[in-house]
């Protein structure tokens, strides 16, 4: 795979900026090419030929404008004022290639962002913004980025759900708590994942295949601290003796 053309995966549209009125040219994936390589616990799917996830985002080079194409046109007069003053003021003229690498998607995410909080945009936009910017950096093996990004979405996932109506981003009252808890496990804050996950467990109206995933994940919690216990001193004492009965095994075995 790694000598595909990517823009073969890719085509380019025309839509208008909802904040300059200019016309922005983006790019969009052929979804029927993309095929499923793997699937998450934080919801994560990676695909393959191309990864969809950089292109979620449209930027208007013109004023600086940048959104999720699912809601590049939901943008109020007064946040277009707060836009213009704050964001345009400031912007410089980019240009993007035929096809983005996984940095350049990630500033445009970053854009959103910016533009999200600048707008005093719903906590839930910030969130899944901070989500997908931790799945990015997963793509390119830089934990410390997707953790920082991790524990950012996580606390605006925890304000999202405790100020805004359902659905949220798409997910109801218990998949959004599901995902507040596999964030705090990939936090390392496990005991409010534990949490988390036994709610959805107990809920009647949670789905079967939800319940699931959270028992998964809660036994994943489990095996973790009982492979960081530290050993009691009779453990130690026989991981010694089986360490040398070991080595007389193997000296007997050199010098027969």
């Known amino acids: 795979m790694d000598n595909i053309n990517k823009e073969d995966f890719i085509f380019k549209n025309t839509v208008d900026c909802p904040v300059c009125g200019s016309k922005v040219d983006v790019l969009l994936v052929k979804t ?38 699912s809601d590049f046109k939901e943008v109020k007069s007064y946040q277009i004022e707060k836009i213009k003053n704050e964001i345009s003021t400031k912007w410089h003229f980019k240009t993007y290639g035929n096809a983005y690498s996984a940095d350049e998607a990630i500033i445009r995410l970053k854009l959103a962002l910016l533009n999200y909080d600048v707008a005093g945009a719903k906590e839930s936009k910030k969130a899944m913004a901070c989500l997908k910017i931790a799945w990015l950096y997963r793509s390119i093996q830089d934990e410390e980025n997707e953790t920082l990004y991790i524990k950012k979405a996580l606390e605006t996932f925890k304000e999202a759900y405790s100020v805004e109506d359902f659905p949220i981003c798409g997910m109801d009252k218990f998949t959004t708590m599901y995902l507040i808890g596999e964030l705090h496990r990939r936090a390392g804050n496990f005991d409010e994942a534990l949490k988390q996950f036994s709610y959805v467990m107990t809920a009647q109206e949670a789905k079967k295949k939800l319940k699931e995933m959270a028992y998964d994940q809660k036994e994943l919690i489990r095996e973790m601290k009982i492979e960081n216990e530290p050993k009691k001193e009779d453990d130690l004492q026989n991981d010694i003796s089986e360490g040398t009965n070991k080595k007389q095994g193997l000296f007997s075995k050199l010098f027969k």
């Open 32 to 69: 029927s090419s993309l095929r499923i390589k793997g699937k998450d616990s934080d919801f994560y799917v990676e695909y393959e030929p191309v990864n969809p996830y950089f292109y979620d985002v449209w930027l208007c080079n013109i004023c600086g404008y940048a959104s999720m194409k």
